[in-house]
């Protein structure tokens, strides 16, 4: 495959630290995997959550599908060139008329990117992503350095350690990035980005793929990846197994060892 960005589109996302909407798959696509999603929901109950959290793709061959979607990887391919590792998977999902929400905050102080890595994340909607059911929100050109975070605990912030970026934001800079079914957007690792709660009837179902190019690191590799395009010529990361089935024990045992390690039993797999 080749990269499909032209070159001034390439420098939009290099200026602004973002691009939307473009089409990962087709609606009826995305239909079937929203299906899938709500399917395992109603089989597990309050342990989908848990998995769908993190890393689903180690144990869900229909997710493994999704971090792979040419389309997807080749407007990846066209920011970060032609060698591309999934580093991990997060479904975002809101209720109708939820109340929680998702402060401002940059992903890179909070993902535990290797050090000298470089993260962008396309976010893939399942169902409609709109300002009324809490669409994503992103603020142009604030990509260019770490800032700043506090730590706020008892509200309804659905970030896991209750972070939001301690400089004050402006909403009217802010952009929604609206997607219909099988659209995608991308964001950089440093952009200031944060949704509303929903007031909507309709439920907010997306997938956050963190993608990264591997690079020269000293010594043997420690962190742990997929290799959805291309090859690895530094041995950057350690490859992950593909699942064979759904929830198979061997790759339900595998993802619970990365995660333990990496979070603690918070994203830990009991079923």
């Known amino acids: ?3 499909t960005l032209s ?3 390439v420098e939009d996302y290099r200026r602004d630290g973002f691009l939307f909407p473009m089409r990962a798959m087709s609606t009826e696509r995305a239909a079937s995997y929203r299906a899938r999603l709500e399917a ?3 089989e597990h109950g309050p342990q989908a959550g848990p998995v769908l959290r993190s890393k689903s793709h180690l144990v869900l061959p229909w997710v493994n599908e999704i971090i792979r979607l040419d389309p997807v990887l080749d407007v990846v391919e066209s920011i970060i060139g032609p060698d591309i590792y999934c580093w991990g998977s997060s479904f975002f999902i809101k209720d109708p008329h939820h109340p929680g929400f998702v402060a401002w905050h940059q992903d890179a102080p909070f ?7 470089e993260m962008l994340t396309a976010w893939i909607a399942l169902a409609p992503s709109i300002p009324e059911n809490g669409c994503l929100k ?3 050109g604030t990509h260019t350095e770490q800032a700043p975070h506090s730590f706020v605990e008892g509200t309804d912030n659905l970030l896991s350690q209750g972070q939001e970026i301690a400089v004050e934001v402006n909403e009217d800079d802010a952009t929604s990035l609206v997607l219909e079914p099988g659209e995608f957007s991308l964001h950089h690792q440093f952009i200031f980005h944060g949704s509303a709660p929903s007031c909507s009837d309709q439920r907010r179902v997306g997938i956050a793929v963190r993608y990264m190019a591997p690079y020269e690191r000293e010594g043997e590799p420690t962190d742990y990846a997929t290799l959805v395009r291309g090859e690895d010529p530094y ?3 350690i490859p992950e197994p593909v699942p064979s089935s759904d929830m198979d024990p061997a790759a339900v045992a595998y993802r619970n060892d990365q995660l333990v390690r990496l979070h603690g039993d918070r994203y830990r797999t009991t079923m």
Do not use: D, Q
């Open 1 to 3: 495959m080749t990269a």
């Open 7 to 9: 070159e001034s589109r």
């Open 40 to 42: 395992f929901e109603a």
């Open 111 to 117: 993902s535990n990117i290797p050090a000298g890595g």
């Open 138 to 140: 992103v603020v142009a």
């Open 235 to 237: 041995n950057a990361f």
